[in-house]
């Protein structure tokens, strides 16, 4: 089974909102990772957030980690149409020696 | 730096011929991971190297599948005899210090 499921699968906004997006993991993790993917394109790292952070931002974007409940979102404000994208969630699990285990990704849509 | 090089970008085959992947990472990197992306099966870790020794080949598929890095610039990735479901895009990705991971353009890949 997936280390890493995004919620939800599809999100369809408009510009201008804010788009937040959801990761859920299940054992103990090193580091937590967003990336990015363009139709027909390879993944873009965006953001990485420790086991030991709680909040990270860069520039339009905010990663928080909640370890407790093994759960991040991804929170992209002020969406442009530019942002339309998926975007996966790829945990490293504690102990797994540098291997990234990826989510089935969320599908952004932001109209203009 | 020209990122991750992935050749061919496209290659179409016949069912039962052998098929060859290339990577190059990097320059520096001493981490490479090679991914297969379906609709069906989102992005899945078929192998990885550290420092041009394979780490965990547990998702190679089968033992049609075939992975080498005779040195730190250079991958394939080989799938004799290919098959119908072999289709999918296969991204090589190359790592330093464990984190973040930079994806090449990845090859699409149709057996017939």
């Known amino acids: 089974s997936q280390q890493g499921e995004e919620d939800p699968q599809a999100l369809s906004i408009q510009e201008g909102e804010n788009a937040t997006m959801n990761c859920s993991y299940k054992t103990s993790i090193n580091n937590l990772q967003w990336y990015r993917q363009n139709s027909g394109r390879g993944l873009v790292h965006l953001i990485l957030i420790r086991s030991n952070e709680r909040e990270k931002h860069s520039g339009r974007l905010r990663v928080t980690l909640d370890t407790s409940k093994k759960s991040s979102s991804l929170l992209i404000t002020a969406s442009r149409a530019a942002d339309t994208a998926s975007y996966f969630c790829?945990?490293?699990?504690?102990?797994?020696?540098?291997?990234?285990?990826f989510g089935k990704g969320i599908t952004l849509s932001v109209r203009p | 730096d020209a990122g991750v090089i992935q050749s061919p970008r496209h290659e179409v085959t016949e069912m039962g011929q052998e098929v060859t992947l290339r990577c190059k990472p990097i320059s520096g990197h001493n981490s490479l991971f090679w991914y297969r992306q379906t609709m069906m099966r989102g992005l899945e870790l078929l192998i990885y190297f550290n420092n041009n020794v394979p780490i965990d080949d547990s998702g190679m598929p089968e033992d049609r599948f075939s992975a080498k890095m005779p040195n730190a610039s250079f991958s394939t990735l080989k799938i004799q005899p290919s098959e119908p479901r072999d289709s999918a895009v296969y991204f090589c990705?190359?790592?330093?210090?464990?984190?973040?991971?930079?994806f090449g353009p990845g090859t699409r890949l149709t057996v017939l």
């Open positions: 990705a190359s790592s330093s210090q464990a984190d973040t991971q930079y």
């Open positions: 790829a945990t490293d699990k504690a102990g797994a020696n540098s291997k990234l285990t």
